[in-house]
């Protein structure tokens, strides 16, 4: 059981150029999630899923796009990277159900320059 | 607007000493959980309890303990005897209900350096 995996754990990209991010998970989780997480700020939600084919935005979803093809992949995209966008993402899924707990990916470390 | 506060940026203690980490929260749901995550220095969050917003009764998991005051709004988060392994940043987190899912609300974290 690998749990939630990410792909890739480091990525440089230059402004304008674009990348996605690849989330898996084999617990059969109904709920993913996007969040990134900024110096000195907790995680912050990008966007989410309840289910596949299904998606919506979170707290900070502008620049980014998401989808849910495979009930156990959650893409995210970014169409035109900006410095802003240097972050840790972080991935996590949850099962169906009442506030069970989130299990995390590892992280992706993303640089933009 | 649901929030989350952990006024204590960074916390040093000396091995074996006791330390509080402060959680405060503002919800306007009547049913929430609580959690609390670890991540230390590899990066990974490490998922370390979750509490509904029903039971008060303070939980204690060997070294660690948690005080749930739904009057004051807290859920504060004790180390016993802390220990260099402790090191790490500790997320106090709150449900937030959406859809038939529901997100977390994050604190900013609490840096805790345990020396030896």
């Known amino acids: 059981n690998a749990g939630v995996t990410q792909t890739p754990k480091f990525r440089v990209l230059k402004t304008g150029q674009s990348m996605t991010l690849l989330c898996a998970q084999d617990m059969n989780h109904e709920y993913m999630y996007w969040y990134r997480q900024d110096p000195g700020m907790g995680l912050r939600l990008i966007h989410y899923s309840v289910g596949e084919g299904t998606t919506a935005k979170g707290e900070v979803p502008d620049g980014y796009n998401v989808s849910r093809l495979k009930k156990q992949n959650f893409l995210l995209g970014l169409e035109s990277a900006a410095p802003s966008q240097t972050s840790v993402y972080f991935c996590?899924?949850?099962?169906?159900?009442?506030?069970?707990?989130?299990?995390f990916g590892p992280g992706t470390r993303l640089t933009v320059t | 607007a649901q929030k989350v506060t952990q006024a204590q940026t960074e916390i040093s203690v000396v091995e074996k000493e006791d330390v509080t980490l402060d959680c405060v929260y503002e919800?306007?749901?009547?049913?929430?959980?609580l959690f609390w995550y670890k991540q230390p220095p590899s990066g990974e969050l490490v998922f370390l309890i979750r509490r509904n917003s029903f039971d008060e009764q303070n939980e204690i998991s060997g070294r660690y303990s948690w005080n749930f005051q739904k009057s004051t709004s807290s859920f504060n988060f004790t180390i016993t005897a802390s220990q260099v392994v402790d090191s790490a940043v500790y997320f106090c987190a709150l449900s937030e209900a959406m859809d038939s899912s529901y997100k977390l609300i994050f604190g900013s974290g609490t840096r805790l350096l345990v020396r030896p």
């Open positions: 996590a899924s949850t099962p169906w159900g009442q506030y069970y707990e989130q299990y």
């Open positions: 919800t306007r749901d009547t049913t929430y959980y």
